[in-house]
């Protein structure tokens, strides 16, 4: 599959466009996943906010930079998959399979993104297996598992609700996990 750059910008402003609708007119891009409500969360900046959490936790575990670096443009490139499959459901595995696949395809065509595109196809993998490529344990990447639960956490938080008040039904939700 040839990409090119033209292809990639495409992707990433209909993301973006996706996203300004959704936080302006509160109308649902991507159904509910999950027992989430996406009609009241705002997909305006979810990779830059699972991006924060993922370098966060990167700095806690005391990633490498390279791998920081790593992370850093994979978190905020995690997506860009679904800016050209979107579907009426988010939470179909085949959806969640595909963005991930066009993803790493995106990424992978290009040489300055070819170290994140295992990334990006695996960042939807659970440790037990139960991921979209059925990856589990330490054969899942780091970077994956962290962008993993970062894009969770996310897409768990709510807006409306002051932080303080989300923090322990998020931390509760995560010592689930």
């Not at 906010?49 to 791998?67: D, G, H, P, S, V």
């Not at 920081?68 to 009426?88: F, R």
């Not at 938080?157 to 989300?166: H, M, V």
Request: glycine share 4%; aromatic share 8%.
């Amino acid at each position: 599959m040839k990409i090119s750059m033209d292809r990639v910008i495409r992707a990433m402003s209909i993301a973006l466009d996706l996203s300004q609708i959704s936080s302006e007119y509160d109308s649902p891009v991507i159904e509910n996943v999950s027992n989430v409500d996406y009609t009241s969360h705002k997909f305006k900046h979810h990779s830059i906010r699972t991006t924060y959490l993922a370098l966060e936790i990167a700095n806690f575990i005391k990633l490498n930079e390279e791998q920081k670096k790593q992370l850093y443009i994979a978190s905020l490139l995690h997506d860009i998959g679904a800016a050209n499959y979107l579907t009426k459901s988010h939470s179909s595995n085949s959806f969640i399979k595909k963005h991930c696949e066009i993803g790493a395809e995106i990424t992978k065509s290009f040489p300055i993104f070819n170290n994140i595109s295992s990334i990006i196809l695996n960042h939807h993998e659970n440790f037990d297996g139960s991921g979209a490529m059925g990856l589990s344990g330490n054969s899942i990447q780091i970077e994956s598992q962290i962008i993993r639960i970062c894009d969770l956490i996310e897409i768990l938080y709510n807006e409306t609700i002051p932080a303080f008040k989300q923090r322990n039904s998020i931390i509760s939700w995560i010592q689930k996990k």
